[in-house]
Nanobody, 120 residues
């Protein structure tokens, strides 16, 4: 069982910055990928950024150069630093942990989501 709790969402003006945090607890294998997804009204949930336990990262093209994902394995936390925010970044942001178990296979865990609104 994995529990993820996001924080840091809110209202920010275009061009502003916001830092999201996700605290993970429960049974998580050392080899895993943590990431951030977002979902805007009427749209599919999409990957924003991910970071593997080894440190490799992946970003959506729309956020490259503006967002930075990082993780602290000792604290079991993952962060998303969002700079130069645009109105189109408005969405509910979800923390995700993905891991593969020998017998049960792929496991995706999700947080409850935190609202990010970019508006003047």
């Amino acid at each position: 069982q994995v529990q993820l709790v996001e924080s840091g969402g809110g209202l920010v003006q275009p061009g502003g910055s916001l830092r999201l945090s996700c605290a993970a607890s429960g049974r998580i294998r050392s080899r895993n990928t943590m990431g951030w997804y977002r979902q805007a009204p009427g749209k599919q949930r999409e990957l924003v950024a991910s970071i593997a336990s080894g440190g490799s990262t992946n970003y959506a093209d729309s956020v490259k150069g503006r967002f930075t994902i990082s993780r602290d394995n000792a604290k079991r936390m993952v962060y998303l630093q969002m700079n130069s925010l645009k109105p189109e970044d408005t969405a509910v942001y979800y923390c995700n942990v993905r891991q593969t178990h020998l017998l049960s296979g792929l496991e995706d865990s999700w947080g409850q989501g935190t609202q990010v609104t970019v508006s003047s």
